[in-house]
């Protein structure tokens, strides 16, 4: 008997964890909201404004990508779009912050201009996206055009995050998929979640990957054992998980974690009875 068969309580779990973080507002949605921007994440604006996010979190961090992008459109408004016209030296005063990096910030502007030069090729990105069809596609366009965007990494955590970011963003996308048809065409049976520590530590600490005896090591590996359980707990959309997985075990403030804070608290939490984390001070 599997894992699997063995726990379907654990199962279930899981599956309501992750469709209660769907149910949450989206931080990226959150920002859209506060500075009153009228586009959809759909729209031509809404897919760059994804892509932007996609290539700056892995830099920065969740929270230090959004104030990056708040402060730039902040400063440059639509010109956000077109930064390839913004000198390097402007462009690079705009991103350096305080306590962050000298090699981080210099790599920004270069990043910037690049997905500027990516928006002017494509003009309509919609149209992009109906053309690339599925998203591997997407991944294998944007990490051989954009600048690090992974073009040597056989990861491709950027790309396949805005892959995700667009499902995630897409008010009708769950419709689709159940009505028209979606799934198997942008997000089909070979998408890919991209892999972080905080998913295989919530595999490791609750799911399938407890008391496994054969450990595995390679990254790939472990991007390919992850998407496989993905689709058993969403077959037509395994994008779902990730932005629940990933925030277990991260902390935000101390002995909180991700999870902790954005379900405000354990009580909230359908992994509780399996969970050794469980603060039971967040419990009362």
């Known amino acids: 008997m599997t894992w699997v068969d063995s726990n379907q309580h654990v199962i279930t779990g899981l599956r309501e964890f992750t469709e209660k973080f769907h149910a949450l507002e989206h931080p990226l949605e959150h ?41 730039l459109w902040n400063f440059f ?19 350096s912050t305080e306590n962050q990096k ?19 090729e494509h003009r309509s990105l919609i149209n992009w996206i109906v053309e690339c069809e599925s998203s591997e ?15 040597v990494s056989p990861q491709r955590y950027k790309a396949r995050l805005f892959c995700c970011l667009y499902c995630e963003l897409n008010d009708s996308f769950k419709d689709e998929i159940e009505v028209s048809g979606t799934y198997g065409k ?39 054992y992850t998407n496989r359980f993905y689709r058993y707990l969403f077959p037509k959309r395994s994008w779902m998980v990730r932005r629940a997985f990933d925030s277990f075990g991260s902390k935000m403030f101390t002995n909180h974690w991700d999870c902790q804070a954005q379900l405000k608290g354990c009580l909230q939490c359908s992994l509780q009875a399996f969970c050794p984390n469980v603060n039971m001070e967040l419990c009362k």
């Open 77 to 95: 408004g639509e010109k956000i779009f077109a930064l390839s016209k913004v000198s390097f030296n402007e462009l690079l005063i705009q991103c």
């Open 186 to 224: 942008f997000w089909s049976s070979d998408s890919l979640v991209p892999y972080s520590r905080n998913q295989w530590l919530m595999l490791s600490t609750i799911g399938p990957m407890v008391n496994r005896k054969k450990k595995i090591t390679s990254l790939m590996e472990r991007m390919d």
């Open 137 to 151: 596609c997407c991944v294998e366009i944007l990490s051989q055009k954009l600048f690090r965007m992974g073009s």
């Open 31 to 71: 920002w859209k909201t506060s500075l009153a921007l009228p586009f959809s994440w759909t729209s031509n604006r809404g897919i760059a404004c994804l892509l932007i996010y996609a290539s700056l979190e892995p830099e920065l961090g969740k929270v230090h990508a959004l104030q990056l992008m708040e402060k």
């Open 102 to 120: 000298s090699d981080v910030t210099d790599r920004l502007p270069g990043i910037l201009r690049s997905l500027s030069d990516f928006f002017f």
